[in-house]
């Protein structure tokens, strides 16, 4: 059984990947409108993984037993600047689901929750993943601020955020949907 402040916590956190989710979508279709489609489809699968991360909270507060709460979320972020504003954003909110995830297990460790501080481990070992590949990105698109189509190149050649189905991810609530 989970803690009342642990579970309060998971369900915070499931809007705050939902808010991640529509805020990739927002940088998607922006980069859609730009038409830089590798920018724009490596966005909406980012977006799609952050929906599926609130989902594998939900499962977990299902399988323990839990109430999942589903918090409103803020608007997304609609206007950039350039093509270099929107990956920023993003690797701030990389930053930022990281320290929410340290909350989230620092919780965990404090409950002597072992199961939950070990589902935990997989967030945040997912987390170092997305900062660094976020941060990569930022620097090759500041690179190509003045010629975005070699920050295309490079995303149809390094194919970020393709790397397939993680076989030691949580469940996610709706199975693969």
């Known amino acids: 059984m989970l803690s009342p402040a642990l579970t309060d916590l998971l369900n915070a956190q499931v809007g705050h990947e939902f808010a991640a989710s529509q805020q990739y979508v927002a940088v998607a279709t922006h980069y859609d409108s730009e038409t830089l489609p590798r920018l724009r489809d490596f966005f909406y699968r980012q977006a799609l993984e952050e929906r599926n991360h609130a989902m594998m909270l939900v499962q977990y507060l299902l399988d323990s037993g839990s109430k999942p709460v589903f918090p409103a979320i803020p608007a997304p972020r609609l206007d950039f600047a350039d093509i270099v504003e929107p990956v920023a954003v993003a690797l701030e909110q990389e930053q930022r689901v990281t320290q929410q995830f340290n909350v989230l297990a620092g919780q965990a460790r404090q409950d002597s929750d072992f199961t939950s501080e070990q589902f935990l481990s997989w967030f945040l070992k997912e987390q170092v993943e997305e900062v660094s590949s976020m941060g990569d990105l930022l620097t090759v698109v500041g690179r190509a601020k003045d010629n975005p189509l070699l920050a295309e190149e490079y995303l149809a050649r390094e194919?970020?955020?393709?790397?397939?189905?993680?076989?030691?991810a949580p469940p996610a609530a709706g199975g693969a949907l």
């Open 159 to 168: 194919q970020l955020g393709d790397e397939g189905e993680d076989p030691t």
